[in-house]
């Protein structure tokens, strides 16, 4: 079973709890990201990642990826107000990232494989978009009581998000864990 978040609760993915439990910039520095890489944010929101990978990266582009044009529109403006010129916004399908094969060194996907219905097909896409020797990274709830977050039949375990990823040619290189709430799963993709 899937739910999706709802656009109209946009103000909800940037909160004190929020930034207390899931700092965006020392969990962007946790996972690896380097200032030579160029970035995919898959299921983007409205940039609460977006935005501090951007400013840590500075020249390169971070494509901000969502099919929802709402989430987007108000990434443009958070971009605008921060001074950002290297964000790039992409309306995308369901199972359709639109940007060009191997066009970054680092996907990023905070809280949104929970959401897709075709895991499988969706992380075969965001592999696509991502260079070999490239890196994806995801961050999710995990698969437990806990007292934020979607039911427990809507998550998904780490365990099974490996499996998926080494079956298309990933290799976990780290597991992480965040607030005792989220997991982070760094893999590497074989060249
Ligand atoms: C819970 S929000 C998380 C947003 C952001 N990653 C964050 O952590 O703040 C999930 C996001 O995934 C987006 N989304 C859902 N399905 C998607 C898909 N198939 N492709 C791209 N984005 C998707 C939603 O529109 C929503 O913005």
Not at 13 to 36: F, H, S
Not at 92 to 110: H, K, N, R, Y
């Amino acid at each position: 079973m899937v739910h999706k978040f709802d656009p109209k609760n946009k103000e909800k993915l940037d909160n004190e709890w929020r930034r207390e439990n899931l700092p965006p910039v020392e969990i962007l520095k946790e996972l690896g990201l380097k200032a030579t890489d160029s970035v995919a944010d898959i299921g983007c929101g409205i940039g609460y990642f977006t935005i501090p990978a951007a400013a840590l990266i500075g020249s390169n582009t971070v494509y901000g990826l969502d099919t929802s044009p709402e989430m987007l529109a108000e990434l443009e403006l958070r971009s605008k107000a921060a001074g950002l010129n290297n964000i790039e916004t992409v309306k995308t399908q369901e199972l359709d990232l639109i940007i060009p094969d191997a066009t970054v060194s680092f996907g990023l996907m905070v809280n949104v494989i929970h959401e897709i219905v075709d895991k499988t097909q969706f992380l075969e896409e965001s592999s696509r978009i991502i260079k070999p020797g490239g890196k994806l990274a995801i961050i999710d709830w995990e698969k437990a009581e806990t007292k934020t977050g979607p039911p427990i039949d809507h998550r998904i375990g780490s365990d099974e998000v490996k499996t998926m990823l080494n079956e298309i040619g990933f290799v976990c290189q780290e597991t992480m864990n965040f607030a005792e709430t989220f997991y982070g799963l760094v893999f590497l993709k074989h060249n």
